[in-house]
């Protein structure tokens, strides 16, 4: 009897094994290898492998980089999850709604998410240029201003958050739309009963119900802006000065521009450690959202 | 109650509203981006802005890039990774997400979980030691070498979809197969892989799109025509005929995007209710 129960689990591990190697291989073993790197001033440039223990860190710090992207980080990830988890709310109302064209309307929804992330940080960095872009061209038409989009800091931080909206906000509406249709109408029957329809069954039914799945799409989505890079990387090159400047790009640059590899190393490890951050704290959130359901 | 039918009226008209500025919002700067294609030249910079097509000089400007850049390369490169990739995720992936599901072996949650935290790494913080180790063992601008970092990212997800999709399958047909004297890789083949078709047939294409429109992972690891993609040809397409420095073909840049996300729009128009499928269940733990 355990050598058959010995025998599944030696399949069970063989079958596991390929993606798991694979993973350790390609992932888990390069981001050990980093995180040792960090304690180490490597260039191959200066041709330098020493030990210089917390160093590269304490130099992070002094970077003047490193307090405007842990800044935008902030800003970023917070109005841009805002954003878009209140307009995918409202977006997969929409789409819950019985009208004719929902096939089609659901499948262009779909469109911002299915294209490239740098054709649209690319296009978006013309489609905000001041005098021939897209947008200016249609503000101009409605009260004849030109806001200087990508040259002055405030501005340029918006396009950002705003390109980023309208890429990811169609994937958080489909996702709060399943939610939405898992939302058993028994709830919604109940609460007409009552005489709360509307806004009220909404704020009442709705939202609690939805409300683990808004935190948890929150938490994904606030690490995965943490974490962004080709939007900056064409759009704004973390410019003007450095007001849309994130880590992750920092981090690049450093890599692979100045090639000092110990210091971009401690970069990448200060990210880790704000996504871990990020994560923790958002866990605590969903585990009370769970409760109370 | 004709207070209520008077807002449902309004209700109705101000819904369309919406619905017609979201569709707006979201198709007004694709258009646009799809016409600089067709200005000719630097005719791209009006003021104020002409909406429609100016000429068909979109052909010469497709013959130039042709002719500037290995674009055929690229695609090629690109169709292959993408293909490729998705195929090697969805396989390995597949036998992975069965041990998982249905083998309850001691590790099971923790291999979950790893690989769901391995989504979690920033790039940066693995691409140096990987990029060393491509130049050690001359993986650098190698198909090959980049197929195992395109297959990467892809294994997380689509081992969640699956498993999820694998324990809905009931094990009573599992055993009704096996009684039927199917051996263990007959069964899989013949018995749970059909059922979880939609799944396998989701993650085909998320993972397709993934890798189609991959952009990271080239930008390091790719040097020359063997290995670059389409998406680095956005850039690259953008100094062709650069007159000065600060000159960037908006045009050039246009019509390689076209061919980025032409072939991207047409699979998801069509795949549009396995997408939507695919990523709801996908969050759904």
Redesign the interface.
Same mark, same amino acid.
């Given at each position: 009897m355990r050598r058959a129960i010995a025998r599944? !689990?030696l399949?069970?591990?063989a079958?596991?094994l390929?993606?798991?190697i &694979? $993973?350790l291989a =390609?992932?888990?073993?390069?981001?050990l290898? =980093?995180?040792y790197?960090s304690f180490f001033d490597n260039s191959p440039v200066r041709r330098t492998f020493d030990f210089v223990g917390l160093d590269n860190y304490a130099n992070a710090f002094r970077d003047i980089n490193v307090p405007s992207a842990l800044n935008f980080s902030l800003f970023f990830t917070v109005i841009s999850v805002s954003l878009q988890v209140v307009l995918a709310l409202?977006?997969a109302e929409?789409l819950n709604?019985r +009208?004719p064209l929902r096939?089609i309307?659901?499948?262009?929804?779909?469109?911002?998410w299915?294209?490239?992330?740098?054709?649209i940080a690319?296009?978006a960095q &013309?489609?905000f240029n001041e005098? !021939?872009g897209?947008i200016n061209?249609i503000l &101009? $038409?409605i009260n004849g201003q030109r806001p200087l989009w990508l040259v002055h800091p405030d501005t340029a931080r918006m396009a950002v958050v705003l390109t980023d909206v &309208?890429k990811n906000t169609? +994937?958080l509406a489909?996702?709060y739309?399943?939610?939405l249709q898992?939302i058993s109408p028994e709830l919604h029957e109940a609460a007409k009963i009552d005489g709360a329809n509307g806004p009220r069954a909404y704020w009442y039914i709705t939202l609690p119900q939805l409300m683990p799945?808004i935190i948890?799409?929150a938490i994904f989505g606030a690490?995965y802006r943490v974490?962004s890079?080709?939007l900056v990387y064409?759009l704004t090159s973390g410019g003007p000065g450095t007001s849309t400047m994130l880590l992750?790009y920092l981090?690049?640059l450093q890599?692979?521009r100045v090639l000092n +590899?110990g210091y971009? *190393?401690a970069? *990448?490890?200060i990210?880790?450690g704000l996504?871990l951050i990020v994560?923790l704290v958002g866990f605590v959130f969903l585990r009370r959202a769970w409760a109370r359901l | 109650m004709t207070r209520w039918k008077l807002q449902k009226g309004v209700l109705n008209i101000g819904?369309?509203i919406?619905?017609a500025l979201?569709?707006l919002?979201?198709?007004?700067?694709?258009y646009?981006?799809f016409l600089?294609a067709f200005a000719p030249g630097d005719r791209?910079?009006?003021?104020?802005?002409t909406y429609v097509p100016q000429s068909l000089d979109i052909i010469q400007r497709y013959e130039r890039i042709f002719k500037a850049l290995p674009i055929a390369q690229y695609l090629f490169n690109t169709i292959f990774l993408a293909t490729t990739s998705t195929l090697i995720s969805l396989a390995?992936?597949f036998?992975?997400a069965?041990?998982?599901a249905r083998?309850n072996?001691?590790g099971t949650n923790v291999?979950l979980l790893?690989?769901l935290g391995?989504t979690?790494?920033?790039?940066?913080?693995?691409?140096?030691?990987?990029?060393q #180790?491509f130049q050690t063992f001359k993986l650098m601008n190698t198909l090959h070498g980049l197929l195992?970092?395109y297959?990467?990212?892809l294994?997380?997800i689509t %081992?969640w979809v699956l498993v999820s999709f694998i324990k809905q399958v009931p094990t009573e047909v599992e055993d009704a197969a096996k009684v039927d004297g199917a051996g263990?890789w007959s069964m899989l083949w013949k018995v749970v892989i059909p059922m979880i078709r939609p799944g396998m047939a989701t993650m085909f294409v998320i993972n397709f799109?993934a890798g189609?429109?991959e952009?990271?992972t080239p930008l390091?690891f790719s040097r020359g025509p063997a290995s670059k993609v389409i998406?680095m040809a956005?850039?690259e397409a953008q100094v062709i005929d650069a007159s000065s420095q600060f000159y960037a073909s908006?045009g050039n #840049?246009?019509a390689v995007?076209i061919l %980025?996300?032409v072939p991207?729009?047409i699979?998801?128009?069509i795949c549009?209710r396995q997408? %939507?499928e695919g990523?709801?269940?996908g %969050?759904?733990?």
């Open positions: 599944r !689990y399949l069970a591990y079958l596991v390929p993606v798991v &694979w $993973r =390609t992932s888990i073993y390069p981001f290898y =980093t995180a790197l409202g977006i929409i709604r +009208f096939g309307t659901r499948a262009i929804n779909l469109l911002p299915a294209m490239s992330g740098i054709v690319t296009a &013309w489609i005098n !021939y897209l061209d &101009w $038409r &309208w169609a +994937f489909v996702v739309l399943s939610g898992g799945l948890s799409t690490i974490l890079f080709e064409a992750g981090a690049y890599a692979f +590899f971009a *190393s970069l *990448s490890m990210l880790f996504v994560g | 819904f369309y919406l619905l979201f569709l919002i979201i198709l007004l700067p694709i646009y981006i600089t791209v910079f009006t003021q104020p802005l390995l992936s036998l992975a069965y041990a998982l083998f072996f001691p291999i790893i690989l391995s979690m790494l920033p790039g940066v913080s693995t691409v140096i030691p990987l990029f #180790m195992l970092l297959v990467s990212p294994l997380p %081992v263990f799109i189609w429109n952009f990271f390091i998406t956005l850039t908006w #840049m246009s995007a %980025v996300t991207v729009f699979i998801t128009l549009q997408i %939507v990523l709801s269940s %969050v759904f733990k």
